[in-house]
């Protein structure tokens, strides 16, 4: 049965760092393609990274300040967050198998987990 975990968020201030992860299980892992989605209230979901057989990818809006990794024996898939920013703020997804593996793609996953919210401080 398809598991993913989320673990990391938190409440940062403005410029701060998170290291975000996700630990999935054997079947969802085997899907190479992973990656990362955001939600924030009244907002649609919005694909941040992906890793694949072609790379890794960033939405233009994180590029630069997010990136993606992935540990294959522990079967984890990490984001780290540098300088975070106001439009950061929302529930971050893990996600696994796409239709697509494209940041657009990530955004409708055919595994995702629960989510961990990530909030900038004042």
């Known amino acids: 049965q398809a598991h993913l975990v989320e673990s990391g968020g938190g409440s940062v201030p403005p410029g701060g760092s998170l290291r975000l992860s996700c630990t999935a299980s054997?079947?969802?892992?085997?899907?190479?393609?992973m990656g990362w989605f955001r939600q924030a209230p009244g907002r649609e979901r919005e694909g941040v990274a992906i890793?694949?057989?072609?790379?890794?990818d960033y939405a233009r809006s994180v590029a630069g300040r997010f990136s993606i990794s992935r540990d294959d024996i522990e079967r984890t898939l990490y984001l780290r967050i540098d300088d975070l920013k106001p439009e950061d703020t929302a529930m971050y997804y893990c996600?696994?198998?796409?239709?697509?593996?494209?940041?657009?793609?990530?955004?409708?996953?055919?595994?995702w987990g629960q989510g961990t919210q990530v909030t900038l401080s004042s």
């Open positions: 996600a696994a198998d796409p239709p697509l593996c494209t940041i657009k793609g990530i955004t409708h996953p055919k595994y």
């Open positions: 054997q079947d969802t892992y085997s899907t190479y393609c």
């Open positions: 890793t694949g057989a072609g790379g890794t």
